[in-house]
């Protein structure tokens, strides 16, 4: 059964840094693409970044490039997303999961792969 397990979120200030870990079992780790999803209130989940298992090539969505990383221990099954400069508009729950990259118009989205969610881990950012 594929599973993730998510950690890491808090209440930072705006300009602040937060780490985030997911762990994750159920499928072999370096064959998939793995990221971060987050859903605010009110709002559908979005894709917020993807790194691909074969190479480990990174996508983000526009709005977090520069400011966020994520990375994968494939030794220890983790992915993380180092968050850096957070802004009020970050706050909301992120999720990850196995990903897939869509490419249309020079374009790149970030969707999920049909895993269930884990519990996710909230961030709130404050002004």
């Known amino acids: 059964e594929v599973q993730f397990v998510e950690s890491g979120g808090g209440l930072v200030q705006a300009g602040g840094s937060l780490k985030l870990s997911c762990s994750a079992s159920?499928?072999?780790?370096?064959?998939?693409?793995k990221g971060w999803f987050r859903q605010a209130p009110g709002k559908e989940r979005e894709g917020v970044s993807c790194i691909l298992g074969a190479d480990g090539s990174t996508y983000y969505r526009d709005s977090v490039k520069g400011r966020f990383t994520v990375s994968s221990d494939n030794a220890k099954n983790v992915v993380h997303l180092q968050m850096n400069n957070l802004k009020t508009e970050d706050t909301a729950t992120y999720f990850c999961a196995r990903c897939r990259i869509l490419l249309a118009r020079g374009q790149a989205t970030i969707t999920p792969v049909d895993d269930p969610w884990g519990q996710g881990t909230q961030v709130t950012v404050s002004s």
């Open positions: 159920g499928f072999t780790f370096d064959d998939y693409a």
